[in-house]
């Protein structure tokens, strides 16, 4: 049983800064891509940034510049920093992880976290 538990989010103004965490834990062997993604109220959900496990990232562009992806490989967990927020960043983020488990060691299978409110007011 895996499970990625998302926390951070919040309430902020405008121009204010939040930082989220997503801790996995359970029967990991291996965790490869981490990822965050976030949904607005009805619109589709969209990737936020990304990193490798060598610690390589990618990001939105609507988010390059403001947001920083990182991960603590030790403890499994991933991190996004949000500076410099905008209301049209209000949106659920979820944390994603490609990983692979002891007695599944070759085929990587995708986990999702609950997700987490982020509200950025004007």
């Known amino acids: 049983q895996v499970q990625l538990v998302e926390s951070g989010g919040g309430l902020v103004q405008a121009g204010g800064s939040l930082r989220l965490s997503c801790a996995a834990s359970?029967?990991?062997?291996?965790?490869?891509?981490m990822a965050w993604y976030r949904q607005a109220p009805g619109k589709q959900r969209e990737l936020v940034a990304g990193i490798t496990s060598s610690g390589t990232t990618n990001y939105a562009d609507s988010v390059k510049g403001r947001f920083t992806i990182s991960r603590d490989n030790t403890k499994n967990t991933l991190y996004l920093q949000m500076n410099s927020l905008k209301p049209e960043d209000t949106a659920v983020y979820s944390c994603?992880?490609?990983?692979?488990?002891?007695?599944?060691?070759?085929?990587?299978?995708?986990?999702w976290g609950q997700g987490t409110q982020v509200t950025v007011s004007s």
């Open positions: 994603n992880a490609v990983l692979t488990t002891p007695t599944n060691r070759w085929i990587p299978t995708t986990y």
């Open positions: 359970g029967s990991i062997f291996r965790i490869n891509t």
